[in-house]
Nanobody, 113 residues
Framework: QGELVESGGGLVQPGGSLTLSCAASTFDIPPVSWYRQAPGKEREIIATLSAAGITDYRNSVKGRFTIALGSTKNTVTLQMNSLTSEDTAIYYC?????????WGQGTQVTVAS
């Protein structure tokens, strides 16, 4: 039916950078979004790329994160800079087909020294 596969997570030191990637091979993206869920917290949207190519970000990541289409067809990336411990979470890619949202399995990002 549909598959979203995130990759690129890992352990990074505070102030470091990571680039996440989401392969959305059977989806027509954009629009596409990145979400994250920290331990004990609700899942929250952090970045969106609209069908018109317009980006939008959660205030807490503005200026540090960048969502963009990847160089490989049907992929979307999330460039994350100046990471802090507050960015520790599982990061999910979300896309929609036939008005139904689909999620990837998530990729863990841990920011720690």
């Amino acid at each position: 039916q549909g598959e979203l596969v995130e990759s690129g997570g890992g352990l990074v030191q505070p102030g470091g950078s990571l680039t996440l990637s989401c392969a959305a091979s059977t989806f027509d993206i954009p629009p596409v979004s990145w979400y994250r869920q920290a331990p004990g917290k609700e899942r929250e949207i952090i970045a969106t790329l609209s069908a018109a190519g317009i980006t939008d970000y959660r205030n807490s990541v503005k200026g540090r994160f960048t969502i963009a289409l990847g160089s490989t067809k049907n992929t979307v990336t999330l460039q994350m800079n100046s990471l802090t411990s507050e960015d520790t979470a599982i990061y999910y890619c979300r896309a929609i087909r036939n008005r139904t949202p689909y999620w990837g399995q998530g990729t863990q990002v841990t920011v720690a020294s």
